[in-house]
């Protein structure tokens, strides 16, 4: 019995959109009842913030490509073809953002480039991520 009212306590807060058991207090109001019943079902903490794309960047990307996108990360040195240089105006307007989008989950191969430009499919999972960093590469040549 009691765990039955739980569970009809939880349903009946799931239908107003608001996580059951948040700790939140739960005090729903119409608002946003109404609110959370137009918007995508995500919480706001999967917004990524300019920080976390820096790092991704940094972590991921930087040891070939540059703190500045030029191609001269000190990984760089080895390479042949030299990561692209994302300052280059000329390529820029060469590749689309989906190409860009695509080299970077499945790698240089996947789009006919070298094979030493990685790919990250765990990215794939992440379209947000990926999108940023699409971004932070077209940003590089601003
Ligand atoms: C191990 C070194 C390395 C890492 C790490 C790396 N790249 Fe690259 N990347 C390369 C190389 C080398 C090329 C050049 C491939 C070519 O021109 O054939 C390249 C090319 C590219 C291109 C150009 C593809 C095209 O169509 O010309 C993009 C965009 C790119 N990388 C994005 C990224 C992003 C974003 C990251 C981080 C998520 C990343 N790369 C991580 C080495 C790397």
Known sequence: MRYWMIATGCALVASFAIACGDGKGGGST????????????KPAS????????AKAYEMR?????GKTGK???PGSAALNPK????SD????D???DEQITKTI????????KSPSMPGAPDLEQKPKLVAALVKKVRSFAK
Do not use: F, M, N
Not at 46 to 53: A, I
């Open 30 to 41: 119409t608002s946003t009842a109404t609110a959370a019943a137009t918007a995508a079902p």
């Open 46 to 53: 999967t917004e990524l913030s300019e920080v976390e794309v």
């Open 61 to 65: 990307c930087s040891s070939c490509h």
């Open 71 to 73: 191609g001269d990360g």
């Open 83 to 86: 990561p692209r240089d994302y």
């Open 89 to 92: 105006k000329a390529w820029q």
């Open 94 to 96: 060469s590749v689309t």
């Open 105 to 112: 989950i499945y790698g240089g191969a996947a789009v006919g």
